[in-house]
């Protein structure tokens, strides 16, 4: 058996992930087999999806990304106006490319957006 502590939050809801060592606040310990996977999140709002690069300190890297006079004005055009974002849109995967993000990265940044509630 590996155990695994699980964060809480305030109310007590299960915060997403596991961590192999206890972390500051609430949680609990729990048997790895019991820990239900992570949620996969494929669509998010522009606030949702904001929100998580402003929160991983990436929010910069991609307003200079859209505004480079390399990129695909379409992608800029995306990034400025979508009302939600795709995780398989071209704008996506050409960003995460030139930033040099991992497939894991970006599915990761998803799903933290997912959890965002305005």
Same mark, same amino acid.
Request: hydrophobic share 50%; glycine share 8%; net charge negative.
């Given at each position: 058996?590996v !155990?695994?502590?699980?964060r809480?939050?305030?109310?007590?809801?299960?915060?997403?992930?596991?961590?192999?060592?206890?972390?500051?606040?609430?949680?609990?310990?729990?048997?790895?087999?019991?820990?239900?996977? $992570?949620?996969?999140?494929?669509?998010?709002s522009?606030?949702?999806?904001?929100a998580?690069? !402003?929160?991983?300190?990436?929010?910069?890297?991609?307003?200079?990304?859209?505004?480079?006079?390399g990129?695909?004005?379409?992608?800029?055009l /995306?990034?400025?106006?979508?009302?939600e974002?795709?995780?398989?849109?071209?704008? !996506?995967?050409?960003? /995460? /490319?030139?930033?040099?993000?991992?497939?894991?990265?970006?599915? $990761?940044?998803f799903?933290?957006?997912?959890?965002?509630?305005?």
């Amino acid at each position: 058996m590996v !155990m695994r502590w699980v964060r809480h939050d305030e109310n007590g809801n299960r915060l997403p992930g596991d961590f192999a060592l206890q972390q500051e606040g609430p949680g609990e310990w729990m048997d790895e087999a019991d820990i239900p996977p $992570a949620a996969i999140a494929f669509t998010v709002s522009r606030f949702q999806a904001l929100a998580a690069l !402003m929160q991983a300190g990436l929010l910069d890297d991609v307003t200079a990304w859209a505004n480079a006079p390399g990129t695909d004005p379409l992608h800029k055009l /995306a990034l400025e106006t979508a009302t939600e974002f795709s995780i398989a849109s071209p704008t !996506m995967t050409a960003g /995460a /490319a030139a930033l040099g993000w991992s497939g894991a990265q970006l599915q $990761a940044l998803f799903n933290a957006a997912a959890e965002i509630v305005a």
